[in-house]
């Protein structure tokens, strides 16, 4: 059975830092690429960062450039989301999923439309 399952929310304060996981099965970890999205309330998903499968190169959104950091652990079959600095603007839901080989960014913009296989999600809330 494809699974995806995000851990690591949480309530943190702004400027603080988490690390979101997301543990694989059910499919050969090493041919996909692995993207974390996130939707904010009445906002639409967005595509945060995303990390291929081959090469292991790394796409981040603008808005988290300089303090999210994706990885990929082929030994756990779990990626990760270092998240620091963290501002308000990124409370949301956290989701992570997969897609086959490399990630599709179109002007930057990481795209979901390829992305097959989804986790449930995890809320990230950044508040004083």
């Known amino acids: 059975q494809l699974q995806l399952v995000e851990s690591g929310g949480g309530l943190v304060q702004p400027g603080g830092s988490l690390r979101l996981s997301c543990a694989v099965s059910g499919f050969t970890f090493n041919y996909y690429a692995i993207g974390w999205f996130r939707q904010a309330p009445g906002k639409g998903r967005e595509g945060v960062s995303c990390?291929?499968?081959?090469?292991?190169?790394?796409y981040y959104a603008d808005s988290v450039k300089g303090r999210f950091t994706i990885s990929r652990d082929s030994a756990k079959n779990t990626a990760y989301l270092q998240m620091n600095s963290l501002k308000p603007e990124d409370t949301a839901v956290y989701y992570c999923?997969?897609?086959?080989?490399?990630?599709?960014?179109?002007?930057?913009?990481?795209?979901?439309?390829?992305?097959?296989?989804w986790g449930q999600g995890t809320q990230v809330t950044v508040s004083s």
């Open positions: 990390i291929s499968s081959s090469d292991g190169r790394t």
């Open positions: 999923a997969a897609e086959l080989a490399v990630c599709t960014v179109v002007r930057g913009t990481i795209i979901d439309q390829d992305f097959g296989f």
